[in-house]
């Protein structure tokens, strides 16, 4: 275990940058919204800003959007905003194409020259992904309850513990989906680029098709096949509990796409 441990702390050295400078980023993010959260509050704009949605954004939204209007909802929105997303989605893509980069530049050749395994190499991404995924939460969390705690009015309405830490376990769960899913492909690619191309156009669409479901009836069936379809950051929103099956689903998924990589990486040509 120690070298695997070794070789996940080399390459975590090697991203440290990126994941200190991001990490900073949603953290700030995070507090920042506690702010605007306080600044809505203090000038009664809740009301008109629902006013001002429009219709096609109530019926996606659903119920929650009233509460999505709300000085929770307003805190909460960095969890499940587009860019947020597609950050921490971005982020474990491309952390776990790196056994293809290693392939590539053919330091994986040094690698197995030690006394390592080719499962080793997938347990230390796997190790990598959780320890990143772990900090971008961690900074998120953080960042919320920094500006709940310090810097808030007094009479604002209480944020539940319960639903920051419910969207981060969503956040968490659809982050550790597609780490799996990226694994899968980075496993059998000689390419760093066409692993993390074909992983990061497999996420888009799958967003936008859930997209379309929620917003065109028509097209609500074959969103199921989407991972997102299993992320509903609103429903936490409209005050539902944590979805156990929907977490469930979707690590599901991450943990196949790692049995993939071990597989397919411990018999490929390399």
């Known amino acids: 275990m120690r070298p695997t441990l070794i070789l996940a702390g080399y390459s975590l050295r090697r991203m440290r940058g990126i994941l200190v400078g991001l990490g900073l980023l949603l953290g700030l993010f995070q507090f920042l919204l506690t702010q605007v959260a306080s600044y809505l509050q203090a000038n009664t704009a809740f009301e008109q800003l629902s006013m001002l949605m429009p219709d096609f954004m109530r019926n996606l ?3 929650s959007a009233l ?5 929770p909802g307003i805190v909460a929105l960095g969890y499940f905003h587009p860019m947020i997303i597609t950050a921490a989605v971005g982020l474990m893509i491309a952390i776990a194409t790196e056994p293809a980069a290693e392939v590539e530049t053919r330091f ?3 690698t197995l020259s030690r006394p390592l395994t080719r499962g080793q190499v997938i347990t230390r991404t796997l190790l990598v992904l959780v320890v990143s995924g772990a900090v971008m939460i961690g900074a998120m969390a953080g960042g919320t309850w920094v500006g709940l705690t310090c810097c808030v009015p007094q009479d604002a309405p209480p944020v539940s513990p319960a639903l920051i830490g419910s969207l ?3 956040l968490a769960a659809i982050m550790a989906c597609w780490a799996g899913v990226t694994l899968a492909i980075a496993s059998g690619a000689r390419r760093r680029a066409v692993a993390g191309a074909a992983a990061g156009v497999t996420a888009i669409a799958a967003y936008l098709l859930d997209y379309l479901g929620r917003a065109w009836d028509p097209a609500a069936p074959f969103s199921v096949v989407s991972p997102f379809h299993f992320f509903d950051p609103m429903a936490a929103i409209g005050g539902q509990p944590l979805s156990v099956r929907n977490v469930g689903v979707l690590l599901a998924i991450a943990a196949m796409g790692a049995t993939i990589g071990f597989v397919v990486f411990g018999r490929r040509d390399i």
């Open 67 to 71: 509460a999505f209007m709300s000085f």
């Open 168 to 170: 981060a376990a969503g």
């Open 108 to 110: 994986v050749d040094l």
């Open 61 to 63: 939204a659903g119920p």
